[in-house]
Each structure stands twice: as C-alpha cells, then as structure tokens.
C-alpha cells in the first residue's frame, strides 16, 4: 500500500513562514494536493498539483501559499508565507490515481481524493 507521509508542521507567529512536505513511498499518482481540517468543520482544499505540473490554490491562500513538487524525489511541497492565525489547522497530504474528468481542472475536493497521511498540525498564533 502506498504511504503517504507529511512533515513539517509546528507553532509560528502570524506573518511568519512554514514548509510541509510529503513523502510519497511511490509517485503514480496523476494529482496530489494539501488540505486541512479544523475541529468541528469539514475538510477544505488547499492546493492540489497535476503531475505535469499544472496548480489550483483555495483562494483563501492564493499569494501566500505555493504547492510544488520534486518528481524524482517523490516528494510534496507546500511553502506557506504570511501566515494568519485563521490558517491554523490539521494539514494532510492527498493523491489521486486517475485522471479527473476530463483532465482539465484539477481538483481541489476531498472527496476526489483516495490516499491520505496522516496529517501534521500547523499552529499560528497572533
């Protein structure tokens, strides 16, 4: 079965910066992307990422936050700058196998995701 594994979270003062990572034990995936969950609401999108590259940003952190990824390390990013007490939450790692629709949008839903870590929390205080 296929891990995934996210690091790189932690406590940070608002306007400051944090980079996840997630480690994927392969990369077959067509997209993967990061979401968070705060306690007592659903799971929102973050940003999501088509292997050749293309990107999609929640609006909420289009500017601040950037989604990238290392092929050949089979590796996840997600750097996030200027971040707000409003960002603090549960952060997961996400991959989907197949091509969505008809490929052009990525998707940025949960629930068009099958494989998740564990998650790591990101924590911003004012």
């Known amino acids: 079965q296929v891990q995934l594994v996210e690091s790189g979270g932690g406590s940070v003062q608002a306007g400051g910066s944090l980079r996840l990572s997630c480690a994927a034990s392969?990369?077959?995936?067509?997209?993967m992307g990061w979401f968070r969950r705060v306690p007592g609401k659903e799971r929102e999108g973050v940003a999501a990422i088509e292997r050749r590259g293309t990107t999609r940003y929640a609006d909420s952190v289009k500017g601040r936050f950037t989604i990238s990824q290392d092929n050949a390390k089979n590796t996840l990013y997600l750097q996030m700058n200027s971040l707000e007490p409003e960002d603090t939450a549960m952060y997961y790692c996400?991959?989907?196998?197949?091509?969505?629709?008809?490929?052009?949008?990525?998707?940025?839903?949960?629930?068009?995701?099958?494989?998740w870590g564990q998650g790591v929390q990101v924590t911003v205080s004012s």
């Open positions: 392969e990369y077959t995936y067509y997209y």
């Open positions: 996400a991959a989907r196998r197949q091509v969505y629709g008809t490929g052009s949008i990525v998707p940025l839903l949960p629930n068009n995701y099958d494989n």
